[in-house]
Every structure is written in structure tokens, then in C-alpha cells.
């Protein structure tokens, strides 16, 4: 076992055939004992489980679920307790974006879609989660929020308030679990080089425009998102707990006008 340590590290990362999820996946890899990679993406899943297996000593599972269907987190969870262990590393980095929309252009579809991937997914997972890390007396969750958690933005109120809400959610679960050894801490990203970034041709515009108001003049690098996750779940930074650490090169720090 790692480090001479007593128990084993058990991580799930959500959303992890993704961008950042994979990033984080890549940093995690060398820290814990099993790294279970959850995804709704197959193809992407498979891709990933290849890439990883090929130079892993740690047991890497694949594990296709919605995490926005209670019923299908549950089922997955309870196999993955009962055939392999109790989780004791929690990363909720699956969300997505949705269409630039002004807010009265928002279906109720959309609006659900939104919230419950990028909140209810939060939620699904942590209320699975929370009593087995209870257990073991120890637990790290990490929620992956955005800068959008707790600054506005146009067109994507939906976004916006889900990520409002996983800010909320971090806080919560911090003071009501803390007692129980367990930490929960969001990182929130500016502008990063993913699909869900704005490295899309259709939006390049947008890209110049974010690089242009971030003083390191450059969107992060996924990499750099799981070195700080990494960072955040190691036991010498346990009385970390309830932060929300940015992660944007700078870009919120200043009000833009020179
Ligand atoms: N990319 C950015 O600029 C940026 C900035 C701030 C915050 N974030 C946040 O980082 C996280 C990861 O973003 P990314 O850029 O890697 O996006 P991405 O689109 O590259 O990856 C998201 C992954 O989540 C998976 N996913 C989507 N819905 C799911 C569901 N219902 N169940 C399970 N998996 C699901 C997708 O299949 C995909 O693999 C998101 O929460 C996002 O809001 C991203």
C-alpha cells in the first residue's frame, strides 16, 4: 500500500473521460491505490481506460453512469462498495455547459439539464459517498465549480446557478462533515484549453477576448487544474476544508478597465 498507510485510497473522479476529469486522472493515478473513472461517454471512457492501463501500478475501473439519475449512481456506487471498496476520494468534476442562451431563452429542458448534471450530480454522488467515508473516518471531496460559481456572466445564467449552487454545496458539506474527518473543498477554474473551454473554432473570438483579460494571457492547461486537486486531497493539507480556491491566471482579480 502507498506510503505505508493503513487503508487504502479509493478515488472517483466524475466526468473523467473529459478534459479536466482526465487531467485530474492522469495527477491522481500515482497517488492512490484505486482510481475509478466515471463517465456517460463510452467511447471517451474506453479511450481513457487505454491510455491509463497501459502504464498504471494502481487499479484503474471504468464505470459508465449518468450521474444526474439517482437510481443509476446508487446502483453503480453499491457495486463498486460491495466489489471493491469504500470511495474515500470524491471528484465532482462532471458538468456541462449548455447553448449561450439569454436567460428567457432557456427551455425547462435545458434548465433541468443544466442543474442536474452540474448540481443534482453533486448531490447524488456525495449522499452515496458521505456515510462510507463517515465509516472510515476519512474522506476528501473536491467539487470542480468554475469562476461562474460565484461571479455573474451573460448567457449562461443556468450554468451560472448550478455552479452558485455546487459553491453552496461545498460549504454545506464541509461544516456538516467535517466532524467525521471529511473535507470538502471547490476549485474553480477560469477559462481552460477544453472542449468545454473555448478552444471550439465557432467561439475562437471568445478564447482572444478571455486571453486578453487574464494577466497571464493564456487559458489554463488541464494539467494544471489535476496538480491542484492532487494537491488538495494530500493528508499535509487536511485543515483545508470548505475553501474555494481559483485556479484563472488572474483573470477575476482585477476589474478590466486598463
Ligand atoms: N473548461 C473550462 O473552461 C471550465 C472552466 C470552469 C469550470 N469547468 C468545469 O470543469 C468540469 C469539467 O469540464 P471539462 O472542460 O473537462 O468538460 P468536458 O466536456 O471536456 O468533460 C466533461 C465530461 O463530463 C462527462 N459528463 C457530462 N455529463 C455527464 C453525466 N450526466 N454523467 C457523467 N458524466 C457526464 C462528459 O462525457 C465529459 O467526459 C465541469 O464541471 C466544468 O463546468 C470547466
Redesign the pocket.
Known amino acids: 500500500m502507498k506510503n505505508n498507510r493503513t487503508y487504502k485510497k479509493i478515488a472517483i473522479i466524475?466526468?473523467a473521460?473529459?478534459?479536466?476529469?482526465s487531467a485530474i486522472a492522469d495527477k491522481l493515478i500515482e497517488d492512490v491505490d484505486i482510481l475509478i473513472l466515471?463517465?456517460?461517454?463510452r467511447d471517451?471512457l474506453s479511450q481513457l481506460m487505454k491510455k491509463l492501463n497501459s502504464s498504471a501500478a494502481t487499479q484503474i475501473i471504468g464505470t459508465l453512469?449518468?450521474?444526474?439519475d439517482s437510481k443509476s449512481v446508487n446502483k453503480e456506487l453499491e457495486k463498486i462498495v460491495s466489489e471493491i471498496g469504500l470511495p474515500n476520494i470524491l471528484i465532482n468534476?462532471?458538468?456541462?455547459?449548455g447553448p449561450f442562451h439569454r436567460l428567457d431563452e432557456v427551455s425547462d429542458e435545458e434548465w433541468y439539464q443544466i442543474i442536474n448534471?452540474?448540481l443534482k450530480?453533486v448531490f447524488n454522488l456525495s449522499r452515496y459517498l458521505l456515510p462510507h467515508m463517515k465509516q472510515q473516518g476519512y474522506g476528501r471531496v473536491i467539487n470542480?465549480?468554475?469562476?461562474q460559481g460565484y461571479l455573474g456572466a451573460a448567457l449562461s445564467s443556468t450554468y451560472v446557478a448550478s455552479?452558485h449552487g455546487v459553491i453552496g454545496y461545498t460549504r454545506a458539506i464541509a461544516a456538516e462533515w467535517g466532524a467525521y474527518g471529511i473535507t470538502c473543498n471547490a476549485v474553480c477554474?477560469?477559462?481552460?484549453d477544453?472542449?468545454?473551454?473555448?478552444q471550439e473554432e465557432a467561439i475562437s473570438g471568445h478564447k482572444q477576448s478571455v486571453i486578453s483579460k487574464t494577466p497571464l494571457a493564456r487559458l489554463a492547461q488541464?494539467s494544471e487544474i489535476g496538480s491542484l486537486v492532487k494537491r488538495l486531497i494530500h493528508d499535509e493539507l487536511f485543515f483545508i476544508n470548505g475553501s474555494v480556491i481559483t485556479i484563472d491566471g488572474g483573470l477575476t482579480c482585477h476589474v478590466g478597465i486598463t
Open positions: 466524475t466526468g473521460a473529459g478534459g479536466i476529469g466515471m463517465d456517460i461517454n471517451k453512469c449518468d450521474i444526474s468534476n462532471a458538468g456541462i455547459g448534471t452540474n450530480g470542480i465549480a468554475s469562476v455552479k477554474p477560469g477559462y481552460v477544453t472542449i468545454m473551454g473555448i488541464p
